[in-house]
C-alpha cells in the first residue's frame, strides 16, 4: 500500500469536515484499499482494508468485510458537504470557455455498472472533467439514491456551527434509496440537486449527449430558465423559421466542413419547444453534430459541446485504466447503496489524483519554486501566499492526432511512450512511496484553501481538531 494512511486520512478530513471521526477513519481506509486493489468488488476490498482501531488481533475477511458493510450502509453520512467542497475545487481548477470566460460548463453524462448506472455531472479541467454531483440508480427497478431534499446545502447561506454528536438530527443528509417513476425523473431530480450545489452568480451551461435529448427537458431547462447545449438525432422533427418542416437530415443539410447557425426552430412534432440550432460537420467525422441551446453565441455553444468528451475521458478514468484497473461492471454488488457509498470513495480517489497530479506539475516540473513550509502547514494558518505553491493549471490539452510531444525530463521516470494525463500521473505518484512529500503537500493546500468552507468551530472543537487532526504526526 504506498497510499500513506497519515496523508488519505488528512485528506479526508479536509474534505469531509462535518464527519465524526470512525465514519473518516473508515472513508481513508477505503481510499487505501482502492488504490491497493482498483475493484468495486466488496471482498476485494476488504482484503485490503487494516484492522480496526480496537481489534486486539488480525481481523479475518468476514470480520473486515462486516465492517465495510456497516460504512457502505450508514445512514448519518453527510455526502452533500462533500460534493459542495468538490464544486469549490473544480470552480478553482476549471478553464474558461473562449469568448466567455464567465460561463462554466457542467458536462452531464451517464457511465454503466451493469445492472446499475451512474449519473455524474463534471466540470471540464484540462484534458479531463472532475466530478461535482452525482447518483447511482437501478436500470430496471428505478431505484436511485439522493439525500433529503431538504438537507441540500445553501452556497449563499452562512455555514453553521455543527452541534454536539448526542445533539445532532436523527436525519443526516445521506443518501435514501428511493423508487422513482423513470430515468427523466431521475435526471431532473439531479439537475435540481446541482443547482443546490451552484452559487447563485455563477453562469452554468449544461452540456450534454443525445441520450438527454427530449423536449420535455428542454422545456424544463426554459421554465427554470437554465442553459443548456445538448446534441439530438438527425430524425428528429424540426420546424424552421422559414416554413420548412420535417426531420432534421432533410430540413438542414450540410457536408463535411461546413455549418449553420439557426438562431430560432421549434424542436419536435408535438411539443415545438422554442431552441437555437447548430449544425456541424468536422472533416473526418461519420456524421454532423446537431446541437439544441438557448444561447445565442454559434462559437459558445460550439466549443461547449467539444469540451463534453472530456467527461467521457473522466468515465474512464473512474471505471477502467487508471482508478480502476479490474473494470467497473465485475463489482459483485446487488445493492444500488452500496455502489454509490463506493462510487463516493471512488470519485474522492479521482480527486485526490487529479489534485496530486496537478501539484506534480508543480512540484516536479519547478523543483526551485517548492515551499517546504506547505507540507507541515494547518489550514486555519493566515498564510494564504503558501496558496500559490499548491496544485498547478491544468496543463494543455494533448492532440489525438499529430507528432507525439517530447516527454519533459521530470515526467519520464513515469511515463514511456507519451504524455500522461494528470489523473494518472496523480496515480504514480500515489505508487511511489519515495514522493511522499508531494502527497503530503496537497493534502495540506487542500486544506488550506477550503478553510473558508469550513464550519465555525467552538472554541472546545477547534482545540480538538489542532491536537487530533492538523498537523497529522509524520
Given amino acids: ?16 469536515p462535518t464527519w465524526v471521526k470512525p465514519q473518516q477513519a473508515m472513508l481513508a481506509q477505503l481510499l487505501c484499499a482502492l488504490e491497493e486493489r482498483p475493484s468495486l468488488c466488496p471482498t476485494e476490498l476488504a482484503r485490503a482494508l487494516p484492522d480496526g482501531a480496537h481489534a486486539h488481533a488480525r481481523q479475518s475477511l468476514h470480520g473486515r468485510l462486516k465492517r465495510l458493510n456497516r460504512f457502505l450502509d450508514n445512514p448519518r453520512l453527510d455526502e452533500p458537504e462533500v460534493l459542495l467542497r468538490w464544486y469549490r475545487l473544480a470552480v478553482h481548477f ?24 451512474a449519473l455524474i455531472a463534471s466540470v471540464p479541467c484540462g484534458g479531463r472533467a472532475l466530478p461535482i454531483a452525482f447518483t447511482t440508480y437501478h436500470r430496471r427497478k428505478l431505484r436511485a439514491c439522493f439525500p433529503p431534499a431538504e438537507c441540500w446545502p445553501v452556497p449563499e447561506s452562512s455555514i453553521a456551527r455543527p452541534a454536539r454528536r448526542k445533539h445532532q438530527p436523527l436525519r443526516a443528509a445521506s443518501a435514501e434509496v428511493r423508487h422513482w417513476a423513470s430515468q427523466n425523473h431521475v435526471e431532473e431530480q439531479l439537475l435540481y440537486y446541482l443547482w443546490s450545489l451552484v452559487t447563485p452568480s455563477q453562469n452554468i451551461v449544461v452540456v450534454a449527449d443525445r441520450g438527454f435529448a427530449r423536449a420535455g427537458l428542454f422545456r424544463w431547462f426554459l421554465d427554470q430558465k437554465h442553459q443548456f447545449v445538448i446534441r439530438f438525432d438527425a430524425d428528429t422533427w424540426l420546424y424552421l423559421p422559414d416554413g420548412r418542416m420535417g ?34 460537420w468536422d472533416v473526418g467525422q461519420k456524421e454532423p453534430w446537431y446541437l439544441a441551446t438557448n444561447l445565442d ?26 482508478i480502476l484497473r479490474e473494470g467497473g461492471d465485475h463489482h459483485k454488488l446487488t445493492s444500488v447503496l452500496h455502489l454509490h457509498r463506493l462510487l463516493l470513495a471512488n470519485l474522492c480517489l479521482h480527486w485526490l489524483a487529479a489534485l496530486t497530479g496537478l501539484q506534480a506539475h508543480h512540484a516536479l ?15 486555519d494558518d493566515p498564510d494564504l501566499d503558501l496558496l500559490k505553491h499548491g496544485p498547478a493549471q491544468p496543463p494543455p490539452t494533448t492532440p489525438h492526432r499529430g507528432p507525439k510531444l517530447r516527454l519533459p525530463q521530470w515526467m519520464r ?55 487530533h487532526w492538523w498537523p497529522v504526526p509524520y
Avoid at 94 to 117: G, H, K, R
Avoid at 420 to 449: C, F, I, N, P
Avoid at 451 to 467: A, D, E, F, G, N
Wanted: charged content about 25%.
Fill in 1 to 16: 500500500m504506498a497510499l500513506a494512511y497519515d496523508d488519505a486520512v488528512t485528506f479526508v478530513q479536509n474534505l469531509a
Fill in 94 to 117: 476549471s478553464a474558461d470557455v473562449p469568448e466567455s470566460p464567465d460561463l462554466l460548463p457542467i458536462l452531464l453524462d451517464t457511465t454503466y455498472f451493469e445492472p446499475f448506472a
Fill in 247 to 280: 426531420a432534421t437530415k432533410q430540413v438542414i443539410a450540410i457536408r463535411p466542413g461546413q455549418r449553420q447557425w439557426i438562431p430560432q426552430a421549434l424542436y419536435g412534432q408535438e411539443h415545438q419547444v422554442p431552441v437555437a440550432l447548430l449544425a456541424v
Fill in 297 to 322: 453565441n454559434d462559437r459558445v455553444t460550439e466549443t461547449c459541446y467539444r469540451w463534453r468528451m472530456r467527461i467521457e475521458a473522466g468515465n474512464r478514468d473512474d471505471k477502467t485504466g487508471v
Fill in 365 to 379: 516540473a519547478q523543483p526551485q519554486a517548492v515551499a517546504p513550509d506547505l507540507e507541515h502547514v494547518p489550514p
Fill in 413 to 467: 521516470r513515469f511515463a514511456v511512450r507519451g504524455v500522461l494525463s494528470y489523473v494518472r500521473l496523480g496515480m504514480e505518484v500515489l505508487r511511489d512511496k519515495h514522493l511522499a512529500a508531494l502527497v503530503r503537500r496537497t493534502v495540506r493546500w487542500l486544506g488550506l484553501y477550503l478553510w473558508t468552507l469550513t464550519p465555525i468551530w467552538s472554541p472546545r472543537q477547534c482545540r480538538y481538531r489542532r491536537k
